[in-house]
Protein backbone atom coordinates (compact mmCIF):
# COMPACT_ATOMS: atom_id res chain seq x y z
CA UNK A 1 0.00 0.00 0.00
CA UNK A 2 1.47 3.42 -1.04
CA UNK A 3 1.55 6.42 1.39
CA UNK A 4 -0.64 9.46 0.26
CA UNK A 5 -0.73 12.94 1.82
CA UNK A 6 -3.69 15.45 1.59
CA UNK A 7 -2.93 19.23 1.12
CA UNK A 8 -5.81 21.88 2.70
CA UNK A 9 -6.07 25.14 1.92
CA UNK A 10 -9.08 26.89 4.21
CA UNK A 11 -11.47 29.63 3.37
CA UNK A 12 -14.38 30.68 5.58
CA UNK A 13 -16.92 27.57 5.83
CA UNK A 14 -14.69 25.64 3.10
CA UNK A 15 -11.49 24.02 2.05
CA UNK A 16 -9.68 22.39 -0.93
CA UNK A 17 -8.65 19.22 -0.36
CA UNK A 18 -6.18 17.92 -2.82
CA UNK A 19 -4.73 14.43 -2.20
CA UNK A 20 -1.56 12.87 -4.25
CA UNK A 21 0.89 10.04 -4.09
CA UNK A 22 4.29 9.88 -5.48
CA UNK A 23 4.94 8.03 -8.63
CA UNK A 24 8.52 7.36 -9.55
CA UNK A 25 9.42 9.77 -7.48
CA UNK A 26 7.08 12.70 -9.18
CA UNK A 27 3.93 13.78 -7.48
CA UNK A 28 0.30 12.58 -8.86
CA UNK A 29 -3.55 13.53 -7.95
CA UNK A 30 -5.27 10.92 -5.96
CA UNK A 31 -8.48 13.02 -5.34
CA UNK A 32 -9.65 16.15 -4.93
CA UNK A 33 -12.87 18.39 -4.12
CA UNK A 34 -14.00 21.41 -2.21
CA UNK A 35 -15.88 20.70 1.19
CA UNK A 36 -17.74 22.53 3.08
CA UNK A 37 -17.14 23.32 6.63
CA UNK A 38 -20.43 24.55 7.36
CA UNK A 39 -23.98 22.96 6.75
CA UNK A 40 -25.83 26.37 5.95
CA UNK A 41 -23.23 27.66 3.46
CA UNK A 42 -24.47 31.29 3.56
CA UNK A 43 -22.32 34.40 5.47
CA UNK A 44 -24.14 34.13 9.27
CA UNK A 45 -22.50 30.44 9.51
CA UNK A 46 -19.22 31.15 6.78
CA UNK A 47 -18.28 34.59 9.06
CA UNK A 48 -19.26 33.31 12.91
CA UNK A 49 -17.39 36.31 13.88
CA UNK A 50 -18.74 38.62 12.03
CA UNK A 51 -22.13 37.32 12.77
CA UNK A 52 -21.34 37.35 16.55
CA UNK A 53 -20.31 41.05 16.57
CA UNK A 54 -23.65 41.76 15.49
CA UNK A 55 -24.95 40.13 18.83
CA UNK A 56 -24.46 40.52 22.24
CA UNK A 57 -21.44 38.95 23.62
CA UNK A 58 -22.61 35.74 25.09
CA UNK A 59 -24.89 34.88 22.57
CA UNK A 60 -22.11 35.73 20.03
CA UNK A 61 -19.75 33.27 21.69
CA UNK A 62 -22.48 30.74 21.98
CA UNK A 63 -22.83 31.19 18.47
CA UNK A 64 -19.33 31.26 17.44
CA UNK A 65 -18.90 27.68 19.65
CA UNK A 66 -21.59 26.15 17.37
CA UNK A 67 -20.08 26.89 14.23
CA UNK A 68 -16.53 25.63 15.49
CA UNK A 69 -18.16 22.30 16.81
CA UNK A 70 -19.84 21.58 13.57
CA UNK A 71 -16.88 22.59 11.69
CA UNK A 72 -14.49 20.11 13.56
CA UNK A 73 -17.44 17.80 12.60
CA UNK A 74 -17.50 18.57 8.48
CA UNK A 75 -13.58 18.53 8.59
CA UNK A 76 -13.33 15.32 10.60
CA UNK A 77 -16.28 13.63 8.28
CA UNK A 78 -14.22 14.93 4.75
CA UNK A 79 -10.96 13.89 5.65
CA UNK A 80 -12.33 10.39 6.72
CA UNK A 81 -14.28 10.27 3.35
CA UNK A 82 -10.91 11.11 1.26
CA UNK A 83 -9.06 7.71 3.49
CA UNK A 84 -11.76 5.73 2.90
CA UNK A 85 -11.61 6.77 -0.72
CA UNK A 86 -8.13 6.39 -0.84
CA UNK A 87 -7.70 2.80 0.88
CA UNK A 88 -10.36 1.36 -1.42
CA UNK A 89 -7.78 2.37 -4.27
CA UNK A 90 -4.83 0.69 -1.94
CA UNK A 91 -3.22 3.72 -0.82
CA UNK A 92 -2.99 4.82 3.28
CA UNK A 93 -3.33 8.30 3.90
CA UNK A 94 -0.64 8.60 6.03
CA UNK A 95 0.27 13.13 5.91
CA UNK A 96 -1.33 16.40 5.88
CA UNK A 97 -0.54 19.85 4.44
CA UNK A 98 -1.88 23.05 6.41
CA UNK A 99 -1.63 26.02 4.56
CA UNK A 100 -1.71 28.67 7.39
CA UNK A 101 -1.96 32.51 7.33
CA UNK A 102 0.09 34.82 8.96
CA UNK A 103 0.32 33.05 12.28
CA UNK A 104 -0.85 36.48 14.28
CA UNK A 105 -2.22 35.09 17.72
CA UNK A 106 -5.82 36.33 18.68
CA UNK A 107 -6.70 37.55 21.81
CA UNK A 108 -9.68 37.06 23.66
CA UNK A 109 -13.34 37.58 21.94
CA UNK A 110 -14.12 40.88 23.62
CA UNK A 111 -11.13 42.13 22.17
CA UNK A 112 -11.72 40.20 18.31
CA UNK A 113 -15.54 41.82 18.35
CA UNK A 114 -13.98 44.96 19.09
CA UNK A 115 -11.68 45.58 15.69
CA UNK A 116 -12.46 45.06 12.67
CA UNK A 117 -9.34 43.25 11.00
CA UNK A 118 -8.88 40.97 14.10
CA UNK A 119 -12.57 39.52 13.46
CA UNK A 120 -11.64 38.65 9.52
CA UNK A 121 -8.31 36.89 10.78
CA UNK A 122 -10.51 35.12 13.16
CA UNK A 123 -13.40 33.76 10.77
CA UNK A 124 -10.29 32.48 9.12
CA UNK A 125 -8.18 30.45 11.77
CA UNK A 126 -11.89 29.11 13.34
CA UNK A 127 -12.11 27.35 10.19
CA UNK A 128 -8.24 26.35 10.24
CA UNK A 129 -8.21 25.40 13.40
CA UNK A 130 -11.01 22.90 12.91
CA UNK A 131 -9.22 21.14 9.62
CA UNK A 132 -5.75 20.89 12.43
CA UNK A 133 -7.95 19.16 14.71
CA UNK A 134 -9.88 17.03 12.06
CA UNK A 135 -6.41 15.56 10.74
CA UNK A 136 -4.92 14.80 13.99
CA UNK A 137 -8.30 13.32 14.87
CA UNK A 138 -7.40 10.64 11.93
CA UNK A 139 -3.87 10.47 13.05
CA UNK A 140 -2.42 12.17 10.12
CA UNK A 141 1.04 13.65 10.60
CA UNK A 142 1.00 17.49 9.99
CA UNK A 143 2.88 19.82 8.30
CA UNK A 144 2.03 23.68 8.99
CA UNK A 145 3.10 25.87 5.89
CA UNK A 146 2.27 29.81 5.83
CA UNK A 147 0.99 30.41 2.55
CA UNK A 148 3.11 33.22 2.08
CA UNK A 149 6.20 30.98 2.48
CA UNK A 150 4.77 27.87 0.44
CA UNK A 151 6.76 28.59 -2.61
CA UNK A 152 10.06 29.45 -1.61
CA UNK A 153 10.24 26.48 1.06
CA UNK A 154 8.74 24.18 -1.68
CA UNK A 155 11.17 24.93 -3.94
CA UNK A 156 14.19 24.68 -1.12
CA UNK A 157 12.64 21.43 0.36
CA UNK A 158 12.28 19.96 -3.77
CA UNK A 159 14.71 21.34 -5.23
CA UNK A 160 13.08 22.77 -8.25
CA UNK A 161 12.54 26.46 -9.11
CA UNK A 162 9.36 28.30 -7.91
CA UNK A 163 8.23 29.01 -11.81
CA UNK A 164 8.84 24.83 -12.42
CA UNK A 165 6.50 24.28 -9.38
CA UNK A 166 4.04 26.04 -10.71
CA UNK A 167 3.95 24.39 -14.35
CA UNK A 168 4.33 21.18 -12.57
CA UNK A 169 1.68 21.35 -10.40
CA UNK A 170 -0.70 23.18 -13.08
CA UNK A 171 -0.06 20.13 -15.24
CA UNK A 172 -1.05 17.52 -12.31
CA UNK A 173 -4.51 19.55 -12.81
CA UNK A 174 -5.34 18.67 -16.27
CA UNK A 175 -6.28 14.83 -15.51
CA UNK A 176 -8.90 15.99 -13.21
CA UNK A 177 -10.34 18.49 -15.35
CA UNK A 178 -11.87 22.22 -13.57
CA UNK A 179 -12.14 23.39 -11.17
CA UNK A 180 -8.03 23.18 -11.35
CA UNK A 181 -7.59 27.15 -9.32
CA UNK A 182 -5.15 28.58 -7.37
CA UNK A 183 -6.92 27.05 -4.35
CA UNK A 184 -6.27 22.95 -5.64
CA UNK A 185 -2.98 23.85 -7.16
CA UNK A 186 -1.91 24.89 -3.56
CA UNK A 187 -3.73 22.38 -1.94
CA UNK A 188 -1.37 20.00 -4.02
CA UNK A 189 1.86 21.50 -3.43
CA UNK A 190 1.48 21.46 0.47
CA UNK A 191 0.04 17.96 -0.15
CA UNK A 192 3.26 17.48 -1.81
CA UNK A 193 5.46 18.76 0.42
CA UNK A 194 3.94 17.04 3.52
CA UNK A 195 4.83 13.99 1.60
CA UNK A 196 8.15 14.73 0.68
CA UNK A 197 8.90 15.98 4.27
CA UNK A 198 7.98 12.15 5.75
CA UNK A 199 10.61 9.84 6.72
CA UNK A 200 8.79 6.49 4.50
CA UNK A 201 7.94 7.50 1.05
CA UNK A 202 8.26 3.76 0.04
CA UNK A 203 5.33 1.77 -0.59
CA UNK A 204 4.56 -0.18 2.83
CA UNK A 205 3.03 -3.58 3.48
Known sequence: MKNAAVGLRPHSGWAAFVAVSLERGEPVVLFRERAHLVKVFNYSFRQPYHTAARAPLEEGRAFISQVRAEARRLAYRGLRRVQTKLQEANYRLKYCGLLLASGRALPGLEDILA??????????ELFREALMHASGKCGLKQLQVREKELLERA???????EKALLWQVTEMGKPMGSPWSQDEKFAALVGWLALSAGKDR???S
Open 115 to 124: AHPLIHTADG
Open 155 to 161: AKVLRRK
Open 202 to 204: STA
